[in-house]
């Protein structure tokens, strides 16, 4: 679980992991107003918590798998099309943070990185390395 917190030093609003969190004080320091926080304009610039360089990510959803995908929102900037064999091609601008890709290896079954060559390369890299685990 994370909170989401506004660091006046930063004027930013960041996610903090609730477990790392191990004391809390009030502290008499005042502040100007905090600025409204938009949840949905924050989250356009993550994929779950993490963040960094956003980029352009095409994916292919096998279309046994569609139903999975189909009338689910996984980021705020998603477009879904389907291709001539009728597989979902989802489109988003994401960074390509542990999240973002950890969500990609669950449905490695399901989906195919189409773009950009860096995820593409960091997949593959990940798969290799997975399959060494289980190398006899």
Not at 85 to 95: S, Y
Not at 101 to 114: D, M, N, Q, R
Request: charged letters at 30%; zero cysteines; hydrophobic letters at 40%.
């Amino acid at each position: 679980l994370y909170v989401i917190a506004y660091i006046p030093h930063h004027n930013n609003h960041i996610a903090l992991v609730l477990q790392d969190i191990l004391e809390m004080e009030v502290s008499n320091d005042t502040f100007h107003k905090i600025p409204k926080f938009d949840f949905r304009k924050w989250s356009k610039k993550r994929f779950g918590v993490f963040f960094g360089k956003i980029r352009k990510v095409v994916l292919k959803v096998d279309k046994k798998y569609k139903h999975y995908f189909e009338n689910r929102m996984f980021h705020p900037t998603q477009q879904i099309t389907k291709d001539v064999e009728d597989n979902l091609i989802i489109t988003l601008r994401v960074p390509l943070g542990r999240d973002f890709k950890a969500w990609i290896l669950s449905w490695s079954e399901a989906i195919t990185v189409l773009k950009p060559v860096e995820l593409i390369k960091q997949i593959n890299l990940s798969l290799r390395n997975t399959l060494k685990n289980y190398e006899k």
